[in-house]
């Protein structure tokens, strides 16, 4: 994946929180949150992926008690460092800011007024939201209560070393686009049709995670060619090796794929949250190859 090194970069839609405390949010937990990796603090992973509690892979972001008061924004080093493409190609903080850019910019061409932008939250350790406190181990996620999505960027290290994921640029963005398809579905009013803490192989979870796949590979279809303000793609470049690296992460976050692997050994269907490997590698091909978001309606059909 290559970024368009002319191409200008807009850090606007990044909260740099990264060098602040953790604010206290109270609200209700998350809903499908982050990439199904976990949803819940790493020391409780293994407790739950083994089977044990009654929250699967976690589809909902354990809501802690307030974890601090301040937390602000600091963008200056963003705005001085990732003012180009050419240094979206050096900088992961810069790639992921033309991520979030270009996907935006295709979901208000998509939607046009009816979509409302909004912005990504980078931080460390851990970051107080609307729906909670949250810490690293919740892996990236969307909070609809204040409409923000969280990462701590060195979640994409752990996607590889953690999770065996080959990684790269385009997995990295197919993990930001896997978010915004989670506000686009706060948007639209689709997660109303899901019922919090269900679980299950056909649940709402699963059918909202797996639209969210399907919703990252139509921006991906899209992603060469979706101008900026200046009329330019910000995205140079996606190739074959990077859309085949975004289905190995999409199989090694699968509900199946973390059971076997990280947790107890055992997969449990009815814990999934998320979808198996293959439901994700589907849904996110479905996508990619419609460039349709009609295409993504997991709730309208049994075959999932």
């Given at each position: 994946m290559r970024y368009s090194e002319g191409a200008d970069l807009d850090p606007s839609g990044v909260q740099d929180r990264r060098d602040?405390?953790?604010?206290?949010?109270?609200?209700?937990?998350?809903?499908?949150?982050?990439?199904?990796?976990?949803?819940?603090?790493?020391?409780?992973?293994?407790?739950?992926?083994?089977?044990?509690?009654?929250?699967?892979?976690?589809?909902?972001?354990?809501?802690?008690?307030?974890?601090?008061?301040?937390?602000?924004?600091?963008?200056?080093?963003?705005?001085?460092?990732?003012?180009?493409?050419?240094?979206?190609?050096?900088?992961?903080?810069?790639?992921?800011?033309?991520?979030?850019?270009?996907?935006?910019?295709?979901?208000?061409?998509?939607?046009?007024?009816?979509?409302?932008?909004?912005?990504?939250?980078?931080?460390?350790?851990?970051?107080?939201?609307?729906?909670?406190?949250?810490?690293?181990?919740?892996?990236?996620?969307?909070?609809?209560?204040?409409?923000?999505?969280?990462?701590?960027?060195?979640?994409?290290?752990?996607?590889?070393?953690?999770?065996?994921?080959?990684?790269?640029?385009?997995?990295?963005?197919y993990v930001i686009a896997h978010e915004y398809g989670h506000h686009v579905q706060n948007v639209l009013g689709i997660n109303q049709q899901v019922t919090p803490g269900e679980t299950g192989p056909a649940s709402g979870t699963v059918r909202l995670e797996l639209q969210a796949d399907c919703f990252a590979g139509a921006w991906a279809n899209h992603a060469e060619t979706v101008p900026d303000e200046s009329g330019e793609p910000l995205i140079a470049e996606i190739t074959q090796d990077d859309v085949d690296r975004a289905l190995d992460a999409a199989a090694r976050i699968g509900d199946d794929f973390i059971q076997q692997n990280l947790g107890g050994g055992t997969v449990d269907q009815d814990a999934f949250t998320h979808g198996s490997s293959e439901q994700r590698q589907r849904w996110f091909t479905t996508g990619y190859e419609t460039g349709d978001p009609a295409q993504c309606d997991t709730f309208a059909t049994d075959d999932l």
């Open positions: 602040g405390g953790m604010g206290g949010g109270r609200g209700l937990a998350v809903g499908g949150g982050g990439l199904g990796l976990v949803g819940v603090l790493v020391l409780v992973l293994f407790q739950v992926l083994g089977g044990g509690g009654d929250g699967g892979t976690g589809a909902a972001l354990v809501q802690l008690s307030a974890l601090g008061e301040g937390q602000t924004a600091d963008n200056r080093q963003l705005e001085q460092q990732c003012r180009t493409g050419a240094d979206a190609n050096e900088s992961l903080d810069c790639a992921v800011v033309a991520d979030i850019e270009s996907v935006q910019d295709y979901w208000s061409g998509v939607l046009g007024p009816e979509y409302r932008p909004t912005d990504t939250v980078f931080f460390n350790g851990g970051v107080g939201t609307d729906c909670g406190g949250a810490t690293s181990g919740s892996g990236p996620f969307y909070c609809p209560a204040d409409e923000l999505v969280y990462i701590d960027l060195s979640f994409f290290d752990t996607l590889q070393q953690q999770f065996g994921a080959e990684g790269g640029l385009f997995v990295n963005a």
